[in-house]
């Protein structure tokens, strides 16, 4: 079997102060996978500049001067990780065998990437990195991310647990994703329904190199919402069911209020009149947001706007 020809896949947001620290590193795991005779020589590191607003471009662009191993395409404008991401793995999966997709923080161990290259010539087109343990996140971070993977899964959402968008992607897996043609990407959740015979490699995550995190609780929160509205109608189920209770439960309440009205209790009842008309207008507002955040997605999907635009590509 011939050496298949790798393209590591790295979104930067903003990253001036940790690419010139970590690029060197993604080189020499470059090398040491072509000497070891695992992948080709015409093996990539592809950087997808996210719309940095600093130096991040410029850095990229003189690295693919420096090197011919560096190459490096821009998005017009910052348009999300999960955008980079694809628009990374749409530029390389014609031009490659596999791809690996990874931050370029340094916080994702790339030894890691030795054990998905092996499992790729083991027959698998997908390949999970999996974080083995969290201890280098804070203890916040750490609660915060595992109730993130437990809600997920709770809504019908199904991801592979503690894993990040770290992974192996064979080229012929990478033809399918890009039928799906969504634009409310959510690739954790995506590239599982892909299918191919895949598996896990478990590393270490370490703590940032340099830099800052671009994933506060707030951003994390509307990931999850997302994740959750992109891939499963659970929410609007959940609703439906609750509907029901109320239903039986007024139910339960309105034989209690003519009973209690023929027995000649007439209660002011003024208390409990209004407890339940303000918990009903809460309970529709809330299922109201929920249904129209799906009309949201069905209103952007009918778009269908492009989901990145390349504006700059180091090599043309
Ligand atoms: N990133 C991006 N666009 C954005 C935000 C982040 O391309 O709008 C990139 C960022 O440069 C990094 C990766 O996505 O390579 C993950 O971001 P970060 O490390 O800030 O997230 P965390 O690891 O804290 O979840
Ligand atoms: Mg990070």
């Not at 309105?254 to 309970?283: D, E, K």
Request: one cysteine or more; proline letters at 3%; charged letters at 20%.
């Amino acid at each position: 079997m011939e050496r298949p020809c790798l393209y590591i896949v790295i979104p930067c947001y903003n990253e001036e102060q940790v690419l010139p620290i970590t690029c060197g590193m993604f080189l020499e795991k470059l090398n040491s996978l072509a000497a070891a005779g695992k992948i080709s020589e015409d093996s990539r590191i592809l950087f997808v500049n996210d719309g940095s607003k600093d130096g991040t471009w410029e850095i990229i662009c003189r690295l693919a001067a420096e090197d011919p191993h560096y190459i490096g395409i821009s998005q017009s404008r910052n348009r999300g990780h999960q955008n980079a991401v694809l628009a990374g793995l749409m530029e390389a999966k014609d031009r490659c065998d596999i791809t690996i997709s990874i931050d370029c923080d340094g916080q994702d161990d790339i030894n890691a990437m030795d054990e998905m290259v092996d499992a790729y010539l083991d027959g698998c087109e997908i390949v999970y990195g999996v974080r083995s343990r969290r201890d280098t996140d804070t203890f916040f971070k750490r609660f915060t991310a595992q109730g993130f993977y437990k809600l997920m899964n709770w809504m019908g959402a199904e991801v592979v647990y503690n894993h990040a968008d770290y992974r192996l992607i064979s080229s012929r897996a990478l033809q399918e994703l890009a039928e799906f043609k969504e634009v409310n990407i959510f690739l954790r959740g995506m590239v599982p329904l892909v299918g191919f015979k895949s598996t896990s490699v478990y590393y270490e995550r370490h703590e940032r190199m340099a830099g800052e995190s671009h994933y506060p609780l707030r951003k994390m929160l509307s990931l999850a919402f997302d994740g959750i509205t992109s891939l499963s109608v659970r929410p609007i189920r959940l609703i439906t069911g609750l509907g029901l209770v109320i239903a039986v439960l007024s139910f339960i309440g309105v034989i209690w209020a003519v009973v209690s009205g023929l027995m000649g209790n007439t209660v002011t009842g003024w208390a409990s009149t209004v407890c339940i008309v303000c918990l009903m207008g809460g309970i529709q507002l809330l299922c109201l947001g929920v249904i129209g955040e799906y009309i949201g997605k069905i209103y952007l999907e009918t778009k269908a706007r492009p989901r990145y635009i390349i504006s700059d590509r180091t090599w043309e």
